[in-house]
């Protein structure tokens, strides 16, 4: 059974996640979890999401409540050890530059920070075409790849959420799925 850990973070692409969830949760041979940023909370509904795959939302929140005494489970060392795999689809441009600068103020980031690099981080991008053709963003993702190991799903051409046509907008739901299933053998 592979164990797999779904990033939502706050690009307007996190509208997918419902489908990308949804696609996952059929293969017969995968579990899966998700954790959201507040931000990508604002482009789906996570207690819809729980009615219509099964699938818990874990949240920042989640992370505080959990905890009130030393002897109590972290949130993100409990996910860290749980997952296979932490796939990031929508990766955001804030998100981005605080993995690849080793921030952790949030849920999402403190796992990436504690993820050990036996396991597979995949990361999908999604903004706007100015900010992926920003310098930093070339820096950042070079960080992922070449020092964190990281895979990147690289985002398509398109009209985006803002009326902007390039390149920016988080891979197709089926390239995205489908290279996980390819990945780790996921069979329907």
Known sequence: ?????????GSVASVKIPLIV???????????KVVSTKHALHFFDKEQLKKDTGVT????????NSWT????????????????????????????????NGLCD?????????WPQSKQVIVSPAMN???????FTEKH????????HMEVIPPVSKKLACGDIGVG????????????????GLTE
């Open 1 to 9: 059974m592979v164990k797999v850990l779904v990033g939502a973070t």
């Open 22 to 32: 949804s696609e996952l949760s059929k293969c017969k041979n995968a579990i899966v």
């Open 57 to 64: 939302v874990l949240t920042d929140e989640d992370e505080w």
């Open 69 to 100: 005494v030393m002897s109590d489970p972290v949130l993100h060392i409990e996910l860290r050890n749980w997952a296979d795999v932490f796939i990031i689809c929508p990766l955001d441009a804030n998100t981005l530059a605080k993995m690849a």
């Open 106 to 114: 949030n849920l999402i980031t403190c796992i990436l920070r504690a």
């Open 129 to 135: 075409t100015n900010m992926w053709e920003h310098p």
């Open 141 to 148: 993702l070079k960080v992922l790849v070449d020092e964190l």
């Open 169 to 184: 907008a988080m891979a197709e739901v089926p390239t995205i799925v489908n290279y996980v299933k390819m990945k780790f």
